[in-house]
């Protein structure tokens, strides 16, 4: 299947400091990429619709300006979180869709906000 | 997209069948069935998915009643390596990313 990398597996920040991750689409080319947030042992939740050339679609309760989303390219996003605090640590994920309609994750990042 | 309902944990022998059910009673007729997996600290991973025939591949096999209200995943050989959550989705073919994930299933495969 399709790969999705993202860049760094994880990060160590420490608070105030701005934190960037990079979703990249291997194989293929993505017009639509997704990033996802999951606290340990919670589910996933969808944070944020990334569209190639225009600007993100944000989820309900998320920070546009806090968690900046760029999809210069058809095949990289990247979320930027602004001023990290320590509850922003979590585990990043990012999904790409194809022109197929099929979704495929990275395999995550991992954020400590000290 | 409709709601999905699963056991919160399953056990299973290694090497026997692993089956795990997922309720989606108010699907909708175009919706899909997903079933993605969770290996601890990794990025979900596409097993299978179908809309109303049961589908195989060489992950799992696919099962959906003929209401189409519940299906059930079959790992037809459980491994160690199978050891994850299970996260049954049901979507919009379309509406790839827009998926709500629940709790999922976590199946641990027991030597």
């Known amino acids: 299947g399709a790969v999705v990398s993202q860049h760094p597996s994880r990060v160590i920040c420490k608070s105030g400091t701005s934190v960037k991750i990079e979703c990249r689409s291997l194989?293929?080319?993505?017009?639509?990429m997704f990033w996802y947030r999951q606290f340990p042992k919670k589910s996933l939740m969808l944070m944020a619709t990334?569209?190639?050339?225009?600007?993100?679609?944000?989820e309900q309760g998320v920070e546009k300006d806090k968690f900046l989303i760029n999809h210069a390219s058809l095949t990289l996003s990247t979320l930027t979180v602004t001023s990290a605090h320590p509850e922003d640590s979590s585990f990043y994920i990012c999904?790409?869709?194809?022109?197929?309609?099929?979704?495929?994750f990275g395999p995550g990042t991992r954020l400590t906000v000290l | 997209d409709a709601k999905t309902t699963q056991p919160t944990s399953m056990d299973c022998a290694e090497g026997r069948a692993a089956n795990l059910p997922c309720n989606h009673s108010?699907?909708?007729?175009?919706?899909?069935v997903y079933w993605y997996r969770q290996i601890h600290s990794q990025g979900p991973q596409y097993i299978i998915h179908?809309?109303?025939n049961n589908e195989t591949n060489e992950m799992a096999s696919l099962i959906i009643t003929e209401d189409r209200k519940s299906s059930t995943l079959i790992l037809p050989h459980a491994t160690l390596r199978d050891t994850a959550v299970y996260y049954c989705?049901?979507?919009?073919?379309?509406?790839?990313?827009?998926?709500?994930f629940g709790d999922g299933t976590t199946l641990t495969v027991k030597p």
């Open positions: 989705i049901v979507r919009v073919a379309s509406d790839a990313g827009k998926s709500t």
């Open positions: 999904s790409a869709r194809d022109h197929l309609n099929e979704q495929f």
């Open positions: 990334s569209n190639e050339g225009s600007k993100a679609t944000y």
């Open positions: 179908g809309l109303k």
């Open positions: 108010t699907i909708s007729g175009n919706e899909y």
């Open positions: 194989d293929f080319q993505a017009t639509t």
